[in-house]
């Protein structure tokens, strides 16, 4: 079942880790966010479908509706993209909309929509210049960008570390700017 409150998106790609996305969807749930999770293709594989669409109460999305399908989950208030690649994050400060979580991850910024996004990747990817260029474009358009700091190259590394509720920390602000009912559960 659905639950009630803000709507946080949460945009899961390809990494190993996905399948660690029921942390922050349960986080999310104790400050008061309804989750609706949309995943990139690829991302599919490394996630349990069922599991997640049970605990957010959503079905998850990754492809378009047909013109004549009605949406079937509700608009975002803010989106939180975790764990986030090296390809979603160069492909959506460029402005490519080939998937629809890089579609909705590039309306965002003309909504008006808060994101927050907790990279995930190796330091031979982030030492890439188009990786540094990204995140200045990113910041540029208002994107909170959290911690992680890159694991070493074919390390399979980074699981302990990375922090999946660092997005919340980042849109708690904004949110209770806007008067939304998100909190930090306190």
């Not at 957010?56 to 009605?70: D, E, F, L, V």
Request: aromatic content about 8%; proline content about 7%; overall charge negative.
């Amino acid at each position: 079942m659905a639950r009630r409150g803000p709507i946080l998106y949460i945009i899961v790609c390809a990494a190993g880790i996905a399948d660690g996305v029921g942390e922050l969807i349960a986080a999310a749930h104790a400050e008061g966010w309804a989750v609706v999770v949309v995943a990139t293709p690829s991302a599919l594989g490394f996630i349990d479908q069922e599991a997640i669409e049970s605990q957010s109460g959503y079905p998850i999305r990754s492809a378009w509706s047909t013109p004549s399908g009605s949406p079937s989950v509700p608009r975002a208030d803010a989106i939180a993209v975790a764990p986030a690649t090296f390809n979603t994050i160069n492909k959506w400060a460029a402005g490519i909309a080939d998937t629809l979580a890089l579609g909705i991850l590039c309306e965002a910024y003309g909504l008006g929509i808060p994101v927050a996004v907790q990279p995930y990747l190796n330091s031979a990817q982030a030492a890439h210049p188009a990786y540094v260029e990204s995140l200045t474009r990113l910041r540029a358009m208002d994107v909170f960008i959290g911690d992680y700091v890159p694991h070493k190259p074919k390390s399979g590394g980074g699981r302990n570390a990375y922090n999946w509720i660092s997005v919340l920390d980042l849109l708690r602000p904004v949110m209770q700017s806007r008067g939304g009912e998100a909190s930090n559960g306190d």
